[in-house]
């Protein structure tokens, strides 16, 4: 679910947030009551549709109030949703690939020999794997996967779903309710 922007609450996100949710209710309703009316749904789905709409343009308080528990499940839902995507990340995939093994060396070095690995020569501009670095919002994701084909880390392409999912999941800091520039001591 997605979170709506609260403030300042403009008229045109409640217009557009009820034009979008009003159809979706009725043929919804419609759906849920096709059992009890004779009428087939997609025929009743369309005047409930309309009386929503209308009851919506009428009653704007009523839309406000829509849209505040609109964001209030979805904030709710994505808590939820990424405690389970997180749970199943590290449950799951983290055992599983545990349990196929690494290629890290966990053993202690010999006493005389010490366990750093030289890191690969970096060109600039080029990745560390192979390949110029992207720029664009999304191409974070062809970075990963040629980081995994590179470093021979292939089952970290398992890890891709719940991290697409996380970010999805994941609220902007600016629809929360704690101040950024809050400074506290531990």
Request: proline letters at 9%.
């Amino acid at each position: 679910m997605i979170t709506l922007p609260l403030s300042p609450l403009r008229r045109a996100w409640l217009v557009s947030f009820w034009l979008v949710v009003s159809p979706v209710a009725g043929f919804g309703l419609a759906l849920a009551l096709a059992p009890a009316i004779s009428i087939p749904w997609p025929s009743a789905g369309a005047p409930l549709t309309a009386v929503l709409l209308l009851t919506g343009f009428a009653f704007p308080d009523l839309v406000r109030h829509a849209y505040r528990v609109w964001n209030k499940l979805a904030r709710e839902f994505s808590g939820v949703a990424s405690a389970w995507l997180s749970a199943i990340a590290f449950y799951v995939v983290f055992f599983v690939v545990g349990r196929g093994g690494s290629r890290l060396p966990l053993a202690p070095p010999p006493q005389e020999s010490s366990g750093w690995i030289p890191r690969k020569a970096e060109s600039p501009g080029r990745d560390t794997v192979d390949g110029p670095r992207s720029s664009q919002a999304g191409a974070w994701i062809f970075d990963y996967i040629r980081w995994c084909r590179g470093s021979g880390n292939l089952w970290a392409l398992c890890l891709l779903p719940f991290i697409l999912g996380l970010a999805a999941l994941h609220e902007d800091r600016e629809h929360s309710e704690i101040p950024e520039n809050l400074y506290t001591l531990f």
